[in-house]
């Protein structure tokens, strides 16, 4: 194979090229593969990190002698509140513990906007004309299924190394009150891996906005997922809203959906206490409280925040090795050729891989007919819709190190395939 930039070969190269890449798709096929780097969930070694759950909680009282097997306390178990308080940098009284999925509680978040309005709009957003959300790019497909279920409008921004590019957000919310909101995964985005700065938290805080209720949907999926030694901490969204004067902008979500088990865990909203006390409003009519049990056996679990740094310890060791091969694979069958740019994440579920425009979405159908399952290409933007078709999402903590090198080879044939074909098609219509 050839490490020059592929656009620099000769005719009869490209032609070589693209009779071996056939070859070795030819290959691929009648292996039979089944393989599945769609989506970000923990494998079956990661979960078994957390099996002492199941013989928890020990106790059926919380520290205060209630009883967890009841009713009521709507804001979750304080103890279990404090442990994550502190690793999200909240204040306790600011945190609500949930149920099982913080996407659950975006969507609340969403659907009380629309019927109730917020602590701060003027009506019900479903009151407006029409409701727009400015949308990062790529980013996590299930917020923008939401948004458009909801009815609501996306414009999409840019993600820069640094979060999302902060002058194309302002221009969107300064002048058109119809924007009432962005997207926003902080730390190790999906799928970008980029982690929003300090400085970017700040004037996505503090930026002038026509709407009076502009929310910042702060999805911390990832806030404590690193893969590296060094933990990149994510910006103080509560603090800085509060001090910029927007104590209301930011509604803070996190949970231990990759922590503890993706179907069992627990999710954690925080904001102003007048927003806590909204949301918790709004709950109030549909819940008499949450799983308490789970709460309990979640603090005993961990003991402490620190019982959770180690956990997230154990994680890495499982999947640093996935996210290595991923690199170590694309760099040796795609480097140097100037088809393809990845990252290589410090922490979070995915990887990003862009290359030649045009051919993502002939990737994804090439990879299917062996036997990969890849991401539709195009799930990263709103609708579905990559305008340059170049965008791939990978999603190696799932299947076992073995699967993900072979997955990573299929990927790269297939890319190396389409690319040439491309290529070679646009020489004959020159
Ligand atoms: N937000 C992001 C950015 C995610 O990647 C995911 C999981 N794929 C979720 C939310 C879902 O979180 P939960 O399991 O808490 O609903």
Known sequence: ???????????????????????????????????????????????????ALLTLPTSTRDRSG?????????????????????????????????????????????????????????????????????????????????????????????????????????????????VKGMWLVPTYANPTGRTTSQEVAAELTAMVTAAPDFKIFWDNA??????????????????????????????????????????????????SQEQVAWYLAHLGKGSIGPDKVNHLRHAEFFGDADGVRAHMRAHAEIIAPKFAAVDEVLSRRLGGQEIATWNTPE??????????????????????????????AGASFPYGEDPRDENIRLAPTMPPLEEVREAMDVVATCVLLATAEKLTEERATR
Not at 358 to 366: D, H, I, P
Request: aromatic share 6%; with cysteine; charged share 20%.
């Open 66 to 178: 209630t009883d967890v097997r009841n009713y009521g306390g709507l804001q979750g178990l304080p103890e279990l509140r404090e442990i994550f308080a502190e690793l999200l940098g909240v204040d306790l009284a600011q945190l609500i513990a949930g149920n099982n999925s913080s996407l659950t509680m975006m969507r609340d978040c969403l659907v009380d906007l629309l019927l109730f309005g917020g602590v701060d709009s003027p009506r019900p957003w479903k009151d407006e004309e029409r409701v727009t959300f400015v949308c990062p790019v790529p980013g996590y497909d299930r917020h923008f299924a939401l948004l458009e279920e909801l009815g609501i409008d996306m414009v999409t921004v840019p993600m820069t190394e640094h979060g999302p590019d902060v002058d194309a957000v302002r221009a969107l919310v300064a002048d058109d009150p119809s």
């Open 347 to 376: 922490g979070g579920y995915f990887v990003n891989l862009d290359i030649v425009p045009g051919t993502a979405s002939r990737v994804v159908a090439l990879a299917k007919e062996v036997g990969l399952a890849l991401t539709p």
């Open 1 to 51: 194979h050839t490490h020059a930039p592929l656009a620099d070969l000769t005719d009869e190269a490209l032609a070589g090229l693209l009779a071996d890449q056939r070859a070795a798709y030819e290959e691929v096929a009648v292996r039979g593969l089944s393989l599945d780097v769609t989506r970000g969930k923990p494998s079956t070694a990661q979960l078994d990190l957390s099996d």
């Open 222 to 271: 990832y806030a404590l997922h690193h893969l590296a030694e060094t933990q990149t901490k994510t910006a103080d969204v509560l603090s800085l809203a509060s001090a910029a004067g927007n104590p209301h902008r930011a509604i803070l979500f996190a949970s231990t959906s990759k922590i503890t088990y993706a179907g069992a865990g627990v999710a954690f909203l925080a904001s």
